[in-house]
C-alpha cells in the first residue's frame, strides 16, 4: 500500500509543476540549490497530420471458361486508390 501512495506522489508532483503558457509551449518550475524555484520555458515539436491519395496496381485473380467442363485461371492487375497518412514535424 505504502509503494502505491508513493508512485501515486511522484506521478502528481511533475505535473503540478507545468503549466500551459501557449501554443505548444510549457513553463516548468525547477528547485534550485538554496530552496527557491526557477521557471523555465519548454517548447514541445508542432505535428500536422495529413492525408495524401495514392494510386496502386493490385492483383485480381479470376476464371474464364476454358471449355465446357475446366474454367481456366487468369490474372490480371487493376488501379486502386488508398489513402496514406502524412506526418511532418517542425522542430520548435
Partial sequence: MRKMLFGVALLV????????????????????????????????????????????????????KDTIVIDKPVAGTKKTEVKVRTVKVTKP
Avoid: F, M, R, W
Fill in 13 to 64: 508532483v511533475p505535473l503540478a509543476a507545468c503549466k500551459k503558457t501557449g501554443e505548444n509551449e510549457y513553463q516548468v518550475k525547477t528547485p534550485e540549490v538554496n530552496i527557491s524555484t526557477d521557471s523555465h520555458t519548454v517548447k514541445t515539436p508542432d505535428v500536422d497530420v495529413g492525408a495524401k491519395t495514392d494510386t496502386i496496381n493490385t492483383p485480381v485473380v479470376g476464371t474464364k
